[in-house]
C-alpha cells in the first residue's frame, strides 16, 4: 500500500521557521517528480514547491520563493520543505504529492497520483 505521511506542521509566530517532512512508503518514488501544495480555508489547493526526480531541479511559487526550500533524500524515501520567514498568509494545510512517471518537475496538481492526507500549518501574527 502506497503511503505519504506528512509531518512537522503546527503553530509558529509569524518570522519564524518550520520544517515539514513527508515519508513514502509502498513503492519508490526515487527518480520521479514530487511536491508539496496547500490549502488554506475556502481557498483552492495551491502549488507552493516541486523538486526534481534527482534532486537537481527546484521550482517555487512566486509566494514563497526566498523563504521556502525543498529537498529531498532518496536513500531515505523522504521529501523535506524547510519554511523560514513565516507569514500569517502561509497558514494552510501543506501537503506532499509524487508523481508516479515523469522525472522532472510538475506543478499542475492533476498530475500527481499520490498524496499524503496533509499537516496544518499556522502561522500568527
Known amino acids: 500500500q502506497v503511503q505519504l505521511v506528512e509531518s512537522g506542521g503546527g503553530l509558529v509566530q509569524a518570522g519564524g521557521s518550520l520544517r515539514l517532512s513527508c515519508a513514502t512508503s509502498g513503492r519508490t518514488f526515487r527518480g520521479y517528480a514530487m511536491a508539496w501544495f496547500r490549502q488554506a480555508p475556502g481557498k483552492e489547493r495551491e502549488f507552493v514547491a516541486a523538486?526534481?526526480?534527482?534532486?537537481?531541479?527546484?521550482a517555487y511559487a512566486d509566494s514563497v520563493k526566498g523563504r521556502f526550500t525543498i529537498s529531498r533524500d532518496n536513500a531515505k524515501n523522504m521529501v523535506y520543505l524547510q519554511m523560514n520567514s513565516l507569514k500569517p498568509e502561509d497558514t494552510a494545510v501543506y501537503f506532499c504529492?509524487?508523481?508516479?512517471?515523469?522525472?522532472?518537475?510538475?506543478?499542475?496538481?492533476?498530475?500527481?497520483?499520490?498524496w499524503g492526507q496533509g499537516t496544518q500549518v499556522t502561522v500568527s501574527s
Open positions: 523538486i526534481s526526480g534527482g534532486g537537481i531541479r527546484t
Open positions: 504529492a509524487a508523481h508516479s512517471t515523469i522525472p522532472d518537475i510538475v506543478l499542475d496538481a492533476r498530475e500527481y497520483a499520490y
